[in-house]
């Protein structure tokens, strides 16, 4: 069985960040959400848990920080083509997010561009060209 990521994320308005990860392309788990939380699958493997700020401090006594004034983690989610990087971040602004907080990375091979969620989570979408991306660097 592969390993399991579930990306614990304090939200101020559950039900505007749950319609916002589903706009980016996430789906809502109904098992594993209710008033306080909402799960939400980007892949068979990837799971984003929605918190209430109250929901977050049962499983952190630690103060919760504020993401738009600092980074504790950078979040990267891979896309299969130069196109759906940009059209998820192209969504993530229609649906209240904000597009490229941090600086596009493109190097040809590689296009690395991110969003800011209504929370203020920044998350990176990247693509890779390997093939590309070895020859750039002189491999094959």
């Known amino acids: 069985m592969p390993k399991l990521i579930f990306i614990n ?3 101020a308005d559950l039900s505007a960040a749950t319609a916002f ?3 980016v392309g996430a789906q809502r ?3 594993f959400s209710d008033g306080t ?6 892949s068979d493997t990837i799971h984003v848990m929605l918190l209430t700020h109250e ?7 630690r103060p919760r920080p504020d993401p738009r004034a600092t980074t504790g983690v950078l979040l990267c ?9 940009n059209d998820m971040v192209a969504r993530a602004a229609a649906a209240g997010g904000r597009a490229d907080p941090n ?14 969620d209504p929370d203020g989570h920044v998350w990176e979408v990247m693509h890779m ?3 590309a991306a070895q020859a750039a660097m002189g491999k094959s």
């Open 9 to 11: 994320l304090p939200v």
């Open 21 to 23: 990860y589903e706009a």
């Open 29 to 31: 788990n109904p098992q």
């Open 37 to 42: 939380a909402a799960c939400m699958v980007l």
């Open 55 to 61: 929901k977050f401090t049962v499983f952190s006594k």
């Open 77 to 85: 989610l891979s896309a299969d083509s130069r196109d759906a990087v």
């Open 103 to 116: 600086p596009t990375q493109d190097y040809g091979f590689m296009l690395g561009r991110s969003f800011e």
């Open 129 to 131: 060209d390997l093939a």
